[in-house]
């Protein structure tokens, strides 16, 4: 993609007159408060702050000593040790002497319905040695379906691998070690992914790896069926370690500043428009912010799970290939 945009770019240049114009930037001549939050329903919140650097600053240190915060719950003010829930409206206010003050507003997103999900294994191969190890691969598909509620909502995919009281690659008695594993998303088989991509950056060679949020622009107020494929997963470990082990779907509900900041930061390190804008022929990309002092993010979510159970798949796989090679 980075060869493409320079062939582009220098067959611009070629064929565009060269114009000159003189700026002034909008950019603050002093530091001022930044902060950044990520408010979850049912977790603590938790805040930084810090003060913005400008080009011309000798000092690495972004530290505030004198910075006090206040967090506000639907127009309430809140103790440190308050969880925030679905739908409320939060407001962090950040204050220093020395700098001056920054506020920031959020609402936390209501979780969105999971109406069903559906799973397979494909391409499963097993090997095991003389003493019960056991070397599963496989690949696997999920079509996880939403319920999109009503209004502009934003998203995120997420997933984890949880095995119950031992942490993946713990060493076990027998002195082999239990490890499992589902990796290697293939983004570009779920399009909701790509949304974000451009014509443009598309026929430049964008694609969407490792960008997993999205929005309700094409399902507005309908179910919505997110196609997933991990072509990298694994099972090593014998059938007498083997313990309880789940693949968890998470389907992230984000407010809007969340959604942006992302963007922002995909057009940033991928988009075209910030090296056209190198060259002169767009307006610059400036950093993505919804605090009053244009410094950090305020973002919010919600989360709803679901528990894929490896745990029989896994088993029956082991005894099927034993028996095979009995």
């Not at 493409?4 to 064929?15: A, N, P, Q, R, T």
Request: net charge negative; aromatic share 12%.
């Amino acid at each position: 993609m980075a060869f493409l945009k320079k062939i582009f770019l220098f067959l611009l240049l070629s064929i565009l007159t060269a114009c000159e114009e003189t700026f002034t930037p909008g950019m603050p001549h002093a530091a001022v408060l930044c902060v950044n939050s990520l408010v979850t329903a049912g977790e603590p919140i938790e805040v930084s702050v810090s003060k913005s650097r400008l080009y011309t600053d000798t000092s690495d240190d972004s530290g505030v000593k004198d910075a006090t915060v206040n967090i506000y719950a639907n127009g309430q003010l809140q103790l440190a040790s308050y969880i925030p829930k679905e739908g409320d409206e939060i407001r962090i206010v950040a204050q220093s002497k020395s700098i001056g003050s920054v506020h920031a507003e959020v609402t936390v997103p209501n979780e969105v319905p999971i109406e069903k999900v559906k799973w397979e294994a494909s391409d499963v191969s097993s090997w095991s040695n003389e003493h019960g190890y056991n070397d599963i691969r496989f690949r696997l598909r999920v079509k996880l379906t939403i319920a999109d509620p009503v209004g502009e909502n934003y998203y995120k995919f997420s997933s984890r691998i949880e095995m119950s009281d031992l942490e993946q690659d713990d060493e076990l008695d027998s002195g082999q070690s239990l490890s499992i594993g589902v990796s290697d998303l293939q983004y570009d088989m779920e399009p909701i992914f790509s949304e974000h991509i451009g014509i443009f950056e598309s026929i430049m060679g964008g694609d969407a790896y490792g960008f997993t949020f999205f929005t309700d622009r094409q399902f507005s107020e309908k179910a919505y069926t997110l196609n997933l494929q991990f072509n990298n997963c694994w099972f090593r470990g014998s059938l007498d370690d083997l313990l309880d082990c789940d693949f968890i779907l998470v389907i992230h509900s984000i407010s809007p500043s969340y959604y942006n900041w992302v963007n922002y930061v995909w057009q940033r390190d991928n988009g075209t428009l910030t090296e056209f804008s190198d060259y002169g022929f767009g307006e610059p990309i400036w950093g993505y912010s919804n605090c009053t002092s244009g410094a950090g993010v305020v973002a919010a979510q919600s989360k709803n799970e679901y528990h894929i159970d490896l745990t029989d798949f896994i088993k029956e796989t082991i005894i099927t290939h034993n028996d095979d090679n009995q």
